[in-house]
């Protein structure tokens, strides 16, 4: 059993080698780069890269408290819908048992959704 433990614990020493390898490499090529690379700061470079767009008011602005509500909620509903994923795989082997499992997890995701439409929270206007 001792012998299993430390032949398995050696077979990952290749993985520990190539991490420590890979992050000796990227530390020498970023300070190569830091070293060699030209440093020329001109006003286009110390301007705030904005994809072409022009800027308008304070990046410091405050964001209303329901935009991130409805991402949040977004997410949180879209992370439920992956785990039917599984369930479609595997319907079949499932059998009844899967199925009711999955109708469950169904009512437990609309008491939520309800919950929230309840609440108001996905209304933009208050």
Wanted: with cysteine; aromatic share 18%; net charge neutral.
């Amino acid at each position: 059993m001792q012998q299993n433990v430390a032949q398995s614990a050696t077979n990952y020493l290749p993985i520990l080698l190539l991490i420590i390898c890979v992050f000796a490499f990227v530390g020498a090529m970023i300070f190569i780069s830091s070293i060699l690379g030209p440093k020329r700061n001109t006003a286009d470079k110390l301007k705030p890269f904005t994809s072409g767009i022009p800027t308008h008011g304070d990046a410091r602005e405050q964001m209303p408290v329901k935009f991130f509500l409805i991402a949040i909620l977004f997410v949180l509903f879209d992370v439920e819908v992956v785990f039917f994923y599984p369930y479609a795989v595997n319907f079949k082997m499932l059998g009844w048992f899967g199925f009711i499992e999955v109708l469950i997890f169904v009512a437990i995701f609309l008491v939520g959704y309800f919950y929230i439409i309840k609440n108001k929270a996905i209304e933009w206007q208050d």
